[in-house]
């Protein structure tokens, strides 16, 4: 089966800095890798995707990289902000998703 | 348009029961879905629609799990005869379809089964 993993300790890191979290997939690459942020009790909302040809993608504070070679996306907030405080989430396709479980982000101030 | 509704947002239901549950999409989207998230585990696949057709349904998690879409619009989550373990919260999304991949989701229902 085609597993999405993500770290499931929480990462803690100071306003300011720049977070990196890490998405591994199993098996063959997926056409399209999606990351999602969740609050608690509250629906996944979408961030970015990321294509298979793409290596990179920005949107303001955030970027996405996609390594074929190491079957692994990274997703990177840069200058952290306390609001940033969630549960990302990475998921593989393109309409109906394989998501992994998800590491929760916590910026201190 | 206020994004995709659900409701009710919180169910409370006793072991053996029937539970269902309502989406209401974003209007133009024509893809319907529903996932079920348990307790520090992302959210799982469970069926879609492209308009009132169900495209994909054998995740459905048993056969006491049913969805319809019945006009393309609204769909609903239909759980027979409920068990403890079908306690989770069920999200609903919807998107445009075709290239445009972003999925809205709703807030999800709650379930507690007792």
């Known amino acids: 089966s085609q597993k999405i993993e993500q770290n499931s300790e929480a990462l803690n890191i100071q306003e300011g800095k720049t977070a990196t979290l890490t998405c591994n997939y199993t098996?063959?690459?997926?056409?399209?890798l999606q990351w999602y942020r969740q609050d608690p009790g509250r629906g996944p909302v979408f961030l970015l995707l990321?294509?298979?040809?793409?290596k990179e993608k920005r949107k303001e504070r955030l970027k996405v990289t996609f390594d074929t070679t190491l079957k692994q996306s990274l997703f990177h907030i840069t200058a952290s902000q306390p609001a940033d405080s969630a549960t990302y989430l990475c998921?593989?396709?393109?309409?109906?998703?394989?998501f992994g479980k998800g590491t929760m982000l916590l910026v201190s101030p | 348009d206020t994004g995709v509704s659900q409701n009710p947002r919180h169910k409370i239901t006793k072991r053996g029961q029937n539970v269902t549950f309502r989406c209401d999409p974003i209007?133009?989207?024509?893809?319907l879905y529903w996932y079920r998230q348990t307790l520090g585990q992302g959210p799982e696949f469970l069926t879609y629609?492209?308009?009132?057709?169900?495209?994909?349904k054998s995740r459905l998690l048993s056969d006491r799990f049913s969805a319809e879409r019945p006009k393309g619009s609204f769909s609903t989550l239909e759980i027979q005869r409920t068990e403890q373990g079908d306690s989770a919260m069920y999200l609903c999304?919807?998107?445009?379809?075709?290239?445009?991949?972003?999925?809205?989701f709703g807030q999800g229902t709650r379930l507690t089964v007792v």
């Open positions: 999304a919807s998107s445009l379809g075709g290239q445009e991949t972003e999925a809205f």
């Open positions: 098996n063959y690459s997926p056409a399209y």
């Open positions: 990321i294509r298979e040809n793409e």
């Open positions: 998921a593989r396709g393109k309409d109906t998703l394989t």
């Open positions: 209007s133009e989207h024509n893809r």
């Open positions: 629609f492209q308009n009132e057709a169900q495209l994909e």
